[in-house]
């Protein structure tokens, strides 16, 4: 189970008010790690959040007994880090707030067994969000023994498999 995810951004405060929007949660600001970091609420039962920390930032241990911080570190745009959200908002309604945002946005079918959108947040950075009807799709065929059987069906094999 995941509880929360960070991500980077040029607008912190601006991302986090989209994420919550789309959860129908809220943005607060989020101080522990570094100054301009945000923090998007779901408000929902697990207690989801992002936190959503100015770019640049880099999370590094503190010596002793003490919480990690963030510090400033390089200047890329793209990064392999991304999340998966559920939304309550209809297929359109999350197409238009990526319109209207300036943000690409399309709708994509995962290995032909879920559905998502790819919304690039700020042009570089990846949220795929899944509509009531994705949610389903996704519940119904990310199992392990779903996933398994994918494999093996484009012929790979997990070489370390556990139950």
């Known amino acids: 189970m995941i509880f929360h995810v960070s991500i980077e951004a040029d607008d912190p405060r601006h991302i986090a008010q989209v994420i919550a929007e789309l959860w129908g949660g809220i943005a607060t600001p989020f101080p522990p790690v570094i100054e301009g970091s945000w923090v998007a609420l779901a408000g929902d039962t697990r207690n989801s959040l992002i936190e959503v920390y100015p770019r640049g930032t880099e999370l590094v241990e503190a010596e002793g007994d003490a919480d990690s911080y963030g510090v400033h570190g390089s200047e890329s745009r793209r990064s392999a880090t991304h999340i998966a959200i559920a939304s309550s908002l209809s297929q359109e309604e999350v197409l238009a707030i990526a319109q209207r945002e300036g943000w690409p946005a399309k709708y994509r079918k995962r290995g032909g067994a879920f559905g998502v959108i790819e919304l690039w947040i700020e042009g570089s950075q990846m949220i795929e969000v899944l509509t009531p009807p994705m949610q389903k799709e996704y519940r119904e065929t990310l199992t392990i023994k ?18």
């Open 146 to 163: 779903g996933w398994t059987d994918y494999l093996a069906s484009v012929g790979v094999m997990p070489e370390a498999a556990t139950a």
